[in-house]
C-alpha cells in the first residue's frame, strides 16, 4: 500500500500553480492576485468584509486613498479596495445591477448567511433556488454585491 502525503506544494500543483521562492507561479499563465474596487469608504467596507465575511486586513495606507489589501479565509484570493482621487465619487454600486459586479462567496448554509448578514447590516437582493444550486444575492452596507452560493458542484473543479 503507497503512502500519499499531501503538503501545501502538492495542493497548489494540484490547482494549477507552484511555488518559486516566495511567489505563486503558473506555468501556463498568470495567477490572478486580486481584483481592485473604488469604494467610498475603504477602512469602513474593509472592517464589514473583515467582521463579517472573515477576511483580514494585510495592507492598509494612511493616505487619501485609503488603499486596503483584505485576504479572504482561504489565504489565496485579495482584494484591493480603495477610494480613487482620480475620481469625483466612488462608483454607487447600489445602484447597479448586480450582475454588473458581483463578489461569489461559497456558502455551507445560505439561508443562515441570509439570517446572519442582515442582521449586520446587509440586505436581500434575490434568493434563488433550484435543483443542485442555492444562490443569494446581497449587498453589504455600503452597496457593493456579494453573492452567496452552494452549488452540488463548485465551478472551482474541472
Known amino acids: 500500500m503507497k503512502r500519499i502525503m499531501l503538503t501545501l506544494a502538492s495542493l497548489a500543483a494540484l490547482f494549477g500553480c507552484c511555488r518559486k521562492g516566495n511567489e505563486l507561479v503558473n506555468p501556463d499563465g498568470f495567477v490572478l492576485e486580486h481584483p481592485a474596487i473604488d469604494v467610498a469608504d ?7 468584509w473583515c467582521e463579517n465575511l472573515g477576511f483580514t486586513i ?4 494612511d493616505d487619501e486613498t485609503h488603499t486596503t489589501f483584505i485576504v479572504d479565509a482561504s489565504g489565496r484570493v485579495a482584494i484591493e479596495m480603495y477610494r480613487a ?6 462608483p454607487d454600486y447600489a445602484s447597479m445591477d448586480p450582475l454588473t459586479l458581483h463578489f461569489g462567496f ?3 448554509d445560505v439561508d443562515a448567511d441570509i ?4 442582521k449586520a447590516g446587509a440586505t436581500l ?3 434563488e433556488k433550484s435543483p443542485g444550486f442555492d444562490g443569494a444575492m446581497m449587498r453589504d452596507p455600503s452597496g457593493i454585491p ?3 452560493v452552494k452549488r452540488e458542484k463548485s465551478v472551482l473543479l474541472k
Open 115 to 118: 439570517e446572519r448578514l442582515t
Open 85 to 90: 482621487k482620480t475620481q469625483p465619487v466612488a
Open 106 to 108: 461559497i456558502s455551507k
Open 125 to 127: 437582493v434575490t434568493h
Open 58 to 61: 494585510t495592507r492598509q495606507k
Open 146 to 148: 456579494i453573492q452567496f
Open 42 to 48: 475603504p477602512v469602513a467596507t474593509a472592517k464589514w
